[in-house]
């Protein structure tokens, strides 16, 4: 193209200016963006570094929760979920799943008896293509109400200052609750006689597209038996692993799985609270665990229980946790994944 | 006058509607890592759908652009400017076509669902794998910021074409001609 053609220049330097601003403006909207201006965003990195303040990582393991064992089995529909949700797995039928039974610790080496909450991930698949995964744990509420909260326990529970879990309970009066649950309610000797509770609100949509506010629950068929904790203490380090392996092999463990429906005037966000005991509660169906295997070669390993991934019909609500679960759990696995050797599988156990 | 070469209304329409798609893309990547707030999940839920109809889009794209090729570079342009020009473009191209796939094979090698729709679930396009996720994971983490990176480089060139040399290469793409009306036909 001949030079004398172009329209003359303008002017060269403020031309350049203009470029550079525009670069420089971008790449600022993208930082700030990413969170590198808002050091007091919580992010999910802090949440699961939160879990590292009073120990070293377990390379390779669940940054909480870390230690579990797998299981596999089936999810056994009734058919009266269908009533709250249009999701495939309230279709009456059988649908596979993989669990894991687990304790709320970040040491995957804990003393079984030392871990006051015991919990349970599930995975139910349906022919459709889609999954139901939740994470549900053995307390009737959670200790905090956001997500905030959490991370200011887990800031608290780690400092060195004498009075910082005091304050913290000061500052998050719905923390004494789940103090006395922990001091008070009965211990088991048997991951197959805990209750496990979804605790957050989901919202359910049934085929006339009509929204319910549910929490679930897992309720054993075994009775529980109360068992005091230094008793525990004395079955050894990992009682709960051999005792539930043990017993799968008497038969199939059964939990029956309840939904609980909101009435219009409860809350949803707050999974420090409890819902009213008379809330009615559909009985939709049971898991049947059929099969436990060790986690280091399990089917359970490498799956994240992220209680996001929800099948059609089902959706989160105004409860903060699931997404800030779910962004957390996702950090774990990264970090977990990218540590496979320090968690080998054995020899014989092979990448499925 | 001079006869000032443009791609067609097709490309041109592509270029912008996917530059918007691209850089909506990369901002709502980085944000919806960087934050446990429930607008996190529905940023996943928008990143899947929209990696996807990229992924689409880029695929029609380079089709478009192996059928009717683009207009030839000013003859005057340095030689280091030519070579860099064709360079970030083919790097473009590979970028639009690789990160929405690497994403869903990351996906797939962590065993999470590809959801792009309440009732529509992608397939799995690789089997579980700690060490094959944590390869993709590293290449789409590294290559967005490369994208983005490309993009500002893009952005530069562009304005420095319109703003500075003013030799037609702006327009080319330019969603409408900024001095010059299209010379007719020789």
């Avoid at chain 1, 039928?93 to 040491?107: C, E, K, S």
């Amino acid at each position: 193209m001949p030079e004398a053609s172009r329209p003359a220049p303008r002017n060269a330097v403020a031309s350049l200016l203009l470029i550079a601003g525009v670069v420089a403006f971008s790449a600022a909207a993208f930082a700030y963006t990413a969170g590198w201006f808002s050091p007091e965003r919580l992010t999910p990195q802090k949440l699961v570094d939160g879990f590292d303040l009073r120990s070293p990582p377990p390379l390779g393991h669940r940054r909480n929760h870390a230690k579990g064992i797998c299981f596999t089995g089936v999810f056994e529909s009734n058919g009266s979920g269908s009533e709250l949700s249009r999701a495939q797995v309230f279709v009456k039928g059988q649908y596979p799943v993989i669990g894991r039974f687990n304790l709320a610790t970040p040491d995957p080496n804990a003393d079984d008896a030392k871990v006051r909450v015991r919990g349970l991930g599930v995975m139910i698949s349906t022919p459709d293509g889609q999954q139901w995964r939740m994470a549900m744990i053995d307390p009737p509420f959670f200790p905090v109400a956001t997500p905030e909260a959490f991370h200011a326990l887990q800031i608290a529970a780690a400092s060195k200052e004498p009075d910082a879990m005091a304050k913290f309970a000061g500052a998050h009066p719905e923390f004494a609750a789940f103090g006395g649950w922990a001091k008070s309610a009965p211990w088991t000797g048997s991951y197959v006689e805990e209750r496990y509770n979804s605790l957050n609100s989901f919202i359910f949509t049934d085929g006339s597209g009509n929204d319910h506010a549910v929490r679930w629950s897992l309720a054993p068929a075994a009775q529980p038996v109360p068992v005091p904790p230094e008793e525990l203490a004395k079955r050894g380090p990992n009682f709960l692993e051999s005792e539930i392996a043990d017993r799968i092999k008497s038969g199939p463990l059964r939990w029956t799985m309840l939904v609980t429906v909101a009435n219009p005037s409860d809350q949803t966000a707050d999974p420090s609270k409890a819902w009213p005991e008379d809330r009615r509660s559909v009985e939709v169906g049971s898991l049947i665990v059929q099969r436990i295997e060790p986690e280091r070669d399990g089917p359970c390993r490498d799956i994240n229980f992220d209680p996001a991934v929800l099948p059609n019909g089902m959706r989160t609500s105004d409860d903060p946790f699931p997404a800030a679960r779910s962004s957390a759990y996702r950090v774990s696995y990264d970090r977990r994944t990218a540590e496979e050797k320090d968690y080998p599988r054995t020899a014989t156990g092979s990448a499925q | 006058m001079t006869n000032i070469p443009r791609f067609t209304p097709l490309q041109r329409t592509l270029h912008w509607l996917m530059g918007v798609c691209i850089l909506a893309m990369l901002f709502i990547g980085v944000g919806m890592a960087s934050t446990v707030a429930p607008k996190s999940l529905t940023l996943v839920a928008i990143h899947k759908p929209l990696g996807i109809a990229i992924l689409i889009l880029a695929l029609i794209r380079l089709a478009v652009r192996l059928r009717y090729g683009a207009p030839p570079l000013p003859a005057d342009l340095p030689e280091p400017m030519k070579l860099a020009a064709h360079l970030s473009h083919y790097a473009l191209y590979a970028l639009m076509i690789a990160m929405p796939l690497i994403g869903w094979a990351m996906l797939s090698a962590a065993d999470y669902p590809v959801v792009l729709w309440p009732s529509v679930w992608l397939p799995q396009v690789l089997p579980q794998s700690a060490s094959l996720h944590t390869a993709l994971w590293n290449a789409h983490f590294f290559l967005a910021f490369l994208f983005f990176a490309l993009i500002l480089m893009h952005f530069a060139a562009a304005l420095f074409h319109a703003l500075i040399r003013r030799d037609g290469v702006f327009d080319a793409m330019g969603p409408v001609l900024t001095h010059n009306e299209v010379a007719p036909a020789e």
